[in-house]
């Protein structure tokens, strides 16, 4: 079997040490002449790299997601599987709870004060919040959203959940609901966390209605896609005090590339003002285990397709995920 990838990627030691023997490996820009390989890895193929090799029947996308182009583009290929990798999982569950526990426990300012050697802070009231005994609402209960859902009970929280097609009412210990019955769950929402894709029918729907029906002193935390929430919305409830605090690790405005990555507002209104908002860049899912883990997820899945087994991670273009 025949696999292509145009750039070559961190840990391709690791890649290699664990394919399948059948598997024809070929890397770099220039499509392989003649261009006969099955499966493309791209998050961000070219129309020459679709429509090059005949035989070519799956594009794997590397990372979870995809983008407006890959979908677009993926849409006229329709005999092209799209498949994506959850290999940070972990890591970005991890990132959703250091944004709230942060966010809980005001550790920002907390930081900020004793590193000016500034003890005043600790004499103030106390804006804190205990998360145990509260009620965490998931929005996305995936994988990602499983391993929040162990680790926020473990804390004592009642956890509730949504998912696209629910199945089962109860999920070890979590209750489970459908995505028409978000408005009945906010107002119970004493955490909500957002675990979702960026797709049509998730854009905006964290607006001003939604997070006005959550309770007064509520934490909300985003680790899905900025647009999933209304920026201007969450910024006024964050200084009207009626959310107590709020964490993000994705934004409405990204940097072109790293070399103009300075003076990029992530945002159009000014979250970098507030003491009861914790900003991280777009980092959740990368840690020093990331790339290992994503060629070790990389060779599993194109093992399974060496070995004629079902690929998994398919995604629904229509769908976004």
Avoid: C
Avoid at 15 to 31: F, N, R, V, W, Y
Wanted: aromatic residues 6%; glycine residues 6%; proline residues 9%.
């Amino acid at each position: 079997m025949k696999v292509h990838i145009p750039s070559t990627p961190d840990a391709l030691d690791v890649l290699q040490a664990q394919l399948d023997p059948a598997i024809e490996l070929t890397i770099g820009p220039e499509i392989p002449q003649p261009a006969e390989y099955e499966i493309l890895v791209s998050g961000r193929p070219s129309r020459e790299e679709l429509s090059a090799s005949p035989h070519l029947r799956a594009l794997v996308i590397p990372w979870a997601g995809l983008t407006t182009e890959a979908r677009d583009l993926g849409a006229e290929f329709p005999q092209v599987a799209v498949h994506n990798l959850h290999h940070n999982a972990s890591m970005t569950a991890e990132m959703a709870l250091t944004l709230l526990l942060s966010a809980a426990r005001f550790l920002l300012p907390y930081d900020r004060s004793l590193r000016a050697n500034d003890w005043s802070i600790r004499y103030k009231p106390n804006p804190s919040m205990s998360l145990a005994g509260k009620t965490a609402l998931i929005l996305g209960y995936g994988r990602i959203g499983r391993r929040v859902a162990r680790v926020l009970q473990a804390l004592d929280m009642n956890v509730l959940a949504t998912r696209r097609h629910p199945v089962e009412a109860y999920e070890d210990g979590v209750e489970i609901h459908g995505p028409g019955e978000l408005h009945d769950l906010l107002p119970q929402a004493d955490v909500l966390i957002i675990i979702l894709p960026a797709t049509a029918e998730t854009e905006g729907l964290i607006g001003p209605a939604e997070i006005a029906a959550m309770p007064v002193g509520s934490i909300l935390i985003n680790v899905g896609r900025g647009p999933i929430v209304d920026q201007y919305a969450l910024y006024d409830a964050l200084k009207s005090g009626h959310l107590r605090a709020a964490g993000s690790d994705v934004w409405y405005h990204y940097p072109p590339s790293a070399e103009e990555s300075k003076d990029i507002p992530p945002a159009d209104v000014p979250f970098n003002e507030l003491d009861n908002f914790i900003m991280s860049p777009h980092r959740g899912g990368l840690t020093t285990d990331t790339e290992p883990m994503r060629m070790t997820h990389l060779a599993r899945l194109l093992n399974a397709a060496a070995r004629g087994e079902e690929m998994p991670n398919q995604i629904d273009l229509e769908l976004g995920y």
